[in-house]
């Protein structure tokens, strides 16, 4: 890419990455984190367009600032690679569950964060697979109006509703956010003590911290953005009445950031053209945190 155009010397391109960061902070070598878009809603069951999130979320990604006022944290500084995007494997939802694994593997292999932009969230599934062959001790943090614990749906055991599933077959999970499931989904969390905060409201009853102690201290964070209230987060393809506020959320991935190492991470399900611009900015907000919950340690001085 031409890097001058002006009399200062200064570019006049927009870097087609997330946060729009200049090479010398968004080359693979550079980087820390590498982002993986991945525009995937073959299994998709209800309304499809989350192929068009990970797009939306680097666009909106290009307004944040750098510094992080919560963190008090050049985020830029950490150092964050956007690939091109992982083509979608059409012979179905196993082999592209296959290609999604070796692709996150193989940046896991020079020790670099990888975080996946979604997508349905069935690509959760191979990038498990891949860091818990790379962390063995890893655990799994599930953000999700639903369950996703059905053993297969619609002739598949690769896709978006089986997603917590497989990934439960790898390593432990802990739910959070649930208040949309089957009564195979519920049986199974209750047969095999799957520790799970149902959304609930009431915080004085119980609250999504208390499950937090049965992560282990590599933790791997996904997230399908309808965990949170579609009053702020219409842009998904199931959409659930009530879920978690923002603060909610960050607050959570804060907590398990100060006693846990999160490993990786995805952000999921963004369809852009079911809501308002603000749903791009905000999937886009909540990836920049879990790029600083996840390396900002490294660059705080702490
Ligand atoms: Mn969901």
């Known amino acids: ?4 155009g002006s009399s200062a010397g200064e570019s006049i391109w927009i870097p087609h990455n997330f946060l729009a960061l200049p090479q010398e902070q968004s080359s693979l070598e550079a980087a820390q984190v590498v982002l993986i878009p991945v525009p995937y809603d ?9 192929r068009e999130g990970p797009e939306a979320i680097i666009s909106a990604s290009y307004g944040l600032e750098d510094y992080d006022f919560e963190l008090e944290l050049d985020v830029a500084s950490i150092g964050i ?7 979608p494997h059409m012979a179905g939802p196993g082999p592209m569950t296959d290609r999604i694994k070796n692709a996150v593997a193989g940046y896991l292999e020079t020790g670099k964060t990888v975080g996946l932009l979604g997508g349905e969230h069935s690509i959760t599934i191979g990038s498990v697979q891949a860091h818990v062959d790379a962390y063995p001790s890893l655990s799994v943090l599930y953000l999700d109006a639903h369950a996703d614990m059905r ?10 509703a089986s997603a917590a599933r497989r990934a439960y077959e790898c390593c432990p999970v802990v739910l959070v956010g649930q208040r949309s499931l089957c009564q195979e989904e519920h049986d199974f969390i209750r047969d095999n003590n799957v520790p799970v905060w149902y959304w609930d409201p009431n915080s004085h009853r119980s609250s999504a911290e208390s ?23 219409p842009a998904v393809g199931t959409p659930e009445p009530g879920g978690l506020a923002w603060h909610q959320l960050v607050s959570l991935l ?27 900015y905000t ?18 001085g702490d």
């Open 1 to 4: 890419m031409p890097d001058t």
């Open 283 to 300: 999937a886009a907000k909540l990836v920049y945190k879990l790029v600083a919950y996840a390396r900002g340690k490294n660059n705080s």
């Open 151 to 160: 053993n297969e749906y619609m002739g598949t055991p690769f896709g978006h």
């Open 81 to 87: 690679h956007t690939t091109d995007a992982l083509e």
């Open 42 to 50: 073959s299994t998709t069951s209800f309304r499809s367009g989350s």
């Open 254 to 280: 804060g907590k398990v950031a100060e006693s846990r190492q999160i490993v990786g991470f995805d952000v999921c399900e963004l369809a852009p053209a079911d809501g308002p611009p603000a749903c791009s």
């Open 211 to 233: 499950v937090l102690d049965s992560l282990s201290d590599t933790v791997y964070v996904s997230v399908d953005l309808d965990v949170l209230d579609p009053a702020l987060m």
